[in-house]
């Protein structure tokens, strides 16, 4: 069936050093993604979404990157810090008019002092 | 800046009991969804409400039912409650229809004995 998904469960990287996080759809008529960060113990925080008519929006410290050709999806995270880890999970919007978000599978980041 | 409010946050209910969780959505927010998340795992949407109408609807149990009152908070409604019911409830809200973010609470954690 249809899924959203991530290709690392766990990335670890050193502080200071750019991250990146991949996530695959399947559903080419999703039109609007968006990236959560989740801590331990909290809800789902919103980072940064983008819309199907775009392939790059940019933030403080994170880019997305999408690519509709082979319906991938990237978080970058600039100078990543510590309290950057946490679990991120990509969410696709399969749904015209009212949101249905779908989550894929989370990707842990550990980042090392 | 005002956040979803979730209460309670920790619920202990044995096996066949009823809960009721309750979502109190950003001010002015007139959409509301329930996400269950199951540990380790990605939130699964349950349903969702707008102007106090139910909007859509995923894997929810028969068991579970849940409403929008007239001042837009949400209730969900969890009867003959399972042990496989133990997970994290998540409350979201947005405004209006159309791609804009949901905006989560930090969960009501329901653990049935």
């Known amino acids: 069936g249809e899924s959203v998904g991530l290709h690392l469960p766990t990335l670890s990287v050193q502080e200071g050093d750019n991250s990146i996080i991949n996530c695959a759809y399947s559903n080419s008529a999703s039109d609007y993604f968006i990236w959560y960060k989740q801590e331990s113990g909290k809800g789902p925080q919103f980072i940064i979404d983008?819309?199907?008519?775009?392939d790059k929006r940019q933030g403080q410290r994170v880019t997305v990157l999408l690519n509709k050709t082979v319906k991938h999806l990237s978080l970058q995270i600039a100078a990543t810090q510590p309290g950057d880890s946490a679990v991120y999970f990509c969410?696709?919007?399969?749904?015209?008019?009212?949101?249905?978000?779908?989550f894929g599978t989370g990707t842990r980041l550990l980042v090392s002092p | 800046a005002a956040g979803v409010i979730q209460s309670p946050r920790h619920l202990i209910k044995e096996k066949r009991e009823t809960a009721t969780l309750k979502c109190y959505p950003i001010?002015?927010?007139?959409?509301v969804y329930w996400y269950q998340q199951g540990p380790g795992q990605d939130p699964q949407f349950l349903i969702s409400f707008y102007e106090k109408m139910q909007s859509d609807k995923g894997s929810i149990p028969d068991r579970f039912s849940a409403q929008q009152f007239s001042d837009y908070h949400s209730e969900l409604n969890m009867s003959s409650l399972e042990l496989g019911d133990s997970a994290l409830y998540f409350c979201a809200s947005s405004l209006g229809q159309g791609n804009s973010p949901l905006h989560f609470g930090n969960g009501t954690r329901l653990t049935v004995t």
């Open positions: 969410a696709e919007n399969r749904s015209t008019g009212f949101q249905k978000l779908v």
């Open positions: 983008i819309r199907s008519n775009m």
């Open positions: 001010p002015r927010h007139d959409t």
